[in-house]
């Protein structure tokens, strides 16, 4: 089966500077990666997701990177704010059922 | 007020005893999921439902059950034979394969 690796597992940072979340998978079948962000005692929300005939996907101050060939994607979160500190998961998916990475809490400190 | 709906928010229950978890969506969604999060360990699939009565074992479906008889209903049991049920037990919906996952606010189950 599918087996995603997500590094770091926590991540701090400065208000204003950039996050970056690295995550591998390893079924090459897989072509379908969302992120999800969870906030404190609260449910997982999609914040973006990309697809594998798609290298790059922006939104506003989040990004997602696909390397099909290396087998990795990577959120990018630029001038970070302390609203975006949460726990944030990767996921790949062939043609059922998502499979997670074990999560990267990112902390942003004022 | 669309959405998918877990109930109760907290359960505590004594060891060796079964408990039901309900997942209720309104979503109409064919496919539901249940997940299990533990510290530092993700979203681990339990077990996942792609049509009424119909089921498949995820990840880690030992010691639990599921039934699917209407499209809106996906309850799960934590039986007595899971040997470490305190977690937080999170469902989910999705219209399809490869489309956004809704999730339910969660249970946190306590087995004292």
């Known amino acids: 089966g599918e087996n995603v690796e997500q590094h770091p597992s926590t991540l701090s940072v400065q208000e204003g500077d950039s996050a970056v979340i690295k995550c591998t998978y390893s079924?090459?079948?897989?072509?379908?990666f969302p992120w999800y962000k969870q906030e404190l005692g609260k449910r997982p929300q999609l914040i973006i997701d990309i697809r594998s005939n798609v290298g790059e996907k922006k939104d506003q101050r989040i990004a997602v990177t696909l390397n099909k060939t290396a087998k990795h994607f990577s959120l990018h979160i630029t001038e970070t704010q302390p609203e975006d500190s949460a726990v944030y998961f990767c996921?790949?998916?062939?043609?059922?059922?998502?499979?997670f990475g074990k999560g990267t809490m990112l902390l942003v400190s004022p | 007020d669309g959405g998918i709906t877990q109930s109760p928010k907290y359960l505590f229950r004594k060891e060796g005893q079964n408990v039901t978890l309900s997942c209720e969506q309104n979503l109409n969604h064919d496919a539901m999921y249940w997940y299990r999060q533990d510290p530092g360990q993700g979203l681990r699939l339990i077990y996942y439902?792609?049509?009424?009565?119909?089921?498949q074992k995820g990840d880690i479906a030992e010691g639990y059950s599921v039934s699917r008889e209407k499209k809106e209903s996906f309850p799960l049991t934590v039986t007595s034979a899971q040997k470490n049920p305190t977690a937080f037990y999170l469902c989910a919906s999705q219209q399809g394969a490869n489309t956004e996952a809704f999730f339910g606010q969660g249970t946190r189950l306590t087995v004292v």
């Open positions: 996921a790949a998916s062939g043609y059922s059922t998502l499979t």
């Open positions: 079924d090459s079948a897989s072509n379908y």
């Open positions: 439902s792609q049509i009424v009565n119909d089921f």
